[in-house]
């Protein structure tokens, strides 16, 4: 096999699902505007869309899966910290500080990676890798600082952190689980039980408000269902699986750094799309940011694969 073409394949895996999360900022401000806010309903959504899709898929035999004489366990903790933990503590830390500081903290999530995965991988980092892994994150918290808008709790920060730590320890159980599981089933059950999670907690919110007749009526909104599907499809199974192959292909410390590609994307995507404003200090932190990213991956240790690494279907 071609070296610089199988080393590539994940680089553009990071790259698109980058270039898709970046996107789905605004596709959330649509479904959260046209549901009143409803967080866990668009989570919902979303996860639920997302696990039909691929239901149908492995059905129809466009995709296999298979957990024969494999235990899953491992692949429900993953689902437990991410999605569950993480979204649930993502939305009440923006709920509780501004956007900006939220923005500023979820960029700490590669630096919280690459030393969970010295520590519990055992991956070797340059002093090269680590500072552009920095430029990277600077260019986030670049962009964030310069709108700062001061609405912190204490309350707000501990779930962001929590965030933090959750994303970084599914980056570390989906490396692991590469060894024994294809990207495309590590993803089949993220998605399946963040559909059950957000589902059952939806609903209980209905029976308990006496709305359930209602639940899902809100999809008949075009504006909505779009955004949803954008959502579910794009954002959850493509997203979704390109990282979990990344993972499984890339160092975690190196995969994280794509994280904050998603950032500038969202800038772009905004000026683009909703002709929002665009700032100088917006391209320079978006220039910190790509190079940050291109650093990271260039002068990383290159590691042998994983020998029992199972491939992707």
């Known amino acids: ?6 080393s590539f394949k994940p680089v553009l895996a990071g790259i698109v699902s980058s270039l898709i999360f970046g996107f789905s900022f605004l596709f959330s401000k649509v479904a959260l505007d046209e549901l009143q806010n409803n967080t866990i309903q668009m989570i919902a959504y979303r996860f639920g869309i997302a696990a039909v899709v691929l239901g149908l898929l ?3 035999g466009v995709i296999k899966i298979s957990y024969r004489n ?3 366990a491992p692949l429900l903790w ?5 999605p569950f933990l993480y979204f649930i503590f993502e939305a009440q830390g923006i709920r509780y500080t501004s956007s900006s500081e939220a923005g500023t903290m979820i960029a700490l999530i590669p630096i919280a990676v690459t030393i969970m995965a010295t520590i519990f991988l055992k991956e070797k980092t340059t002093l090269l890798q680590w500072l552009f892994i920095v430029l990277s994150v600077g260019g986030v918290l670049f962009i ?5 808008e001061a609405q912190s709790s204490l309350t ?25 599981f294809s990207p495309l089933e590590i ?17 209980g919110q209905h029976a308990v408000n006496g709305t359930v007749d209602q639940y899902v009526a809100p999809l008949a909104n ?3 269902l779009q955004a949803i599907l954008y959502l579910g499809v794009l954002s959850s199974v493509v997203a979704f699986f390109l990282m979990n192959y990344m993972l499984a292909k890339l160092e975690a410390s190196k995969a994280a750094s794509y994280w904050n590609l998603s950032t500038g994307v969202s800038i772009i995507g905004g000026v683009l799309i909703l002709h929002e404003s665009f700032y100088w200090y917006q391209a320079a932190g978006i220039g910190f940011i790509l190079i940050g990213v291109w650093g990271a991956n260039r002068f990383g240790q290159k590691q042998k694969p994983q020998p029992s690494q199972a491939k992707a279907h």
């Open 1 to 6: 096999m071609n070296t610089a073409h199988s």
């Open 78 to 82: 993953l689902s437990f910290f991410y």
């Open 222 to 224: 075009p504006a909505l």
């Open 156 to 180: 707000g920060i501990l779930y962001l952190l929590a965030a933090i730590v959750t994303s970084g320890v599914y980056n570390i159980l989906s490396r692991k689980s590469s060894a024994q």
């Open 58 to 60: 492995k059905l129809a």
């Open 70 to 72: 494999k235990s899953i």
């Open 187 to 203: 993803t089949y059950v993220m998605m399946w039980t963040g559909a059950l999670i957000f589902n059952a907690i939806a609903l």
């Open 144 to 148: 964030n600082l310069m709108k700062f």
